[in-house]
């Protein structure tokens, strides 16, 4: 099975940036495609972004296209999500995912809150 832990968040001015990691363990991260999710308080959880296993498609959410970036780089079992114009509308818990097949795989999620 395989681990993640996010890193990266933080309290942020609205414009300014921010770059989340997932770190994977237990397994390596090429066999999986990974996503980023997000869960502001009193809102059901969203897809934020994913990636395939390769790195050579990624996926965005309408409102988060041309400001957030998804990459991966599989030899340090790593993937990354680049913030950046952020809003407060961007506050929420955000959480890494990893999934194959019919089994998908969690973090705790790492607070991002953006001010205005």
């Known amino acids: 099975q395989v681990q993640l832990v996010e890193s990266g968040g933080g309290l942020v001015q609205a414009g300014g940036s921010l770059r989340l990691s997932c770190a994977a363990s237990g397994r390596p991260l090429s066999i999986y495609a990974m996503g980023w999710f997000r869960q502001a308080a009193g809102k059901e959880r969203e897809f934020v972004a994913g990636?395939?296993?390769?790195?050579?498609?990624?996926y965005y959410t309408d409102s988060v296209k041309g400001r957030f970036t998804i990459s991966r780089d599989n030899a340090k079992n790593t993937v990354y999500l680049q913030m950046n114009s952020l809003k407060p509308e961007d506050t929420a818990v955000y959480i890494c995912n990893a999934n194959i097949d019919f089994a998908a795989y969690w973090g705790q999620g790492t607070q991002v809150t953006v001010s205005s």
């Open positions: 990636i395939s296993r390769s790195g050579t498609s990624t």
